[in-house]
């Protein structure tokens, strides 16, 4: 059985960090590449950012450039996204996705929320 669990969010004041975990199991991780993407209320799910199956060529969405980071663990089935210099517009539902050829899969989202 597939499932990918996020953890990590919560409630953050503006300018502070969160980071992200996603726990894979039920397919061979190491194979897909995996990513991050959020959707806020009223607004269309978007990319966050992307890394590849063996963890090279890390892609951002331009809002995210330069304050978050994405990596993997492959011995640990897990997927970060590191959240720095957070920003209200940044309060989302964040879910990570698995990706490779036909396939993919998606967790249920964790909340981020950005306020003082």
């Known amino acids: 059985q597939v499932q990918l669990v996020e953890s990590g969010g919560g409630l953050v004041q503006p300018g502070g960090s969160l980071r992200l975990s996603c726990a894979a199991s039920?397919?061979?991780?190491?194979?897909?590449?995996m990513s991050w993407y959020r959707q806020a209320p009223g607004k269309e799910r978007e990319l966050v950012a992307g890394?590849?199956?063996?963890?090279?060529?890390?892609i951002y969405g331009d809002s995210v450039k330069g304050r978050f980071t994405i990596s993997r663990d492959n011995t640990k089935n897990t997927v970060y996204l590191q959240m720095n210099s957070l920003k209200p517009e940044d309060t989302a539902v964040y879910y990570c996705k698995a990706a490779m050829n036909r396939y993919d899969y998606w967790g249920q989202g964790t909340q981020v929320t950005v306020s003082s």
């Open positions: 890394i590849t199956s063996t963890g090279s060529r890390p």
């Open positions: 039920g397919f061979t991780f190491s194979r897909y590449a």
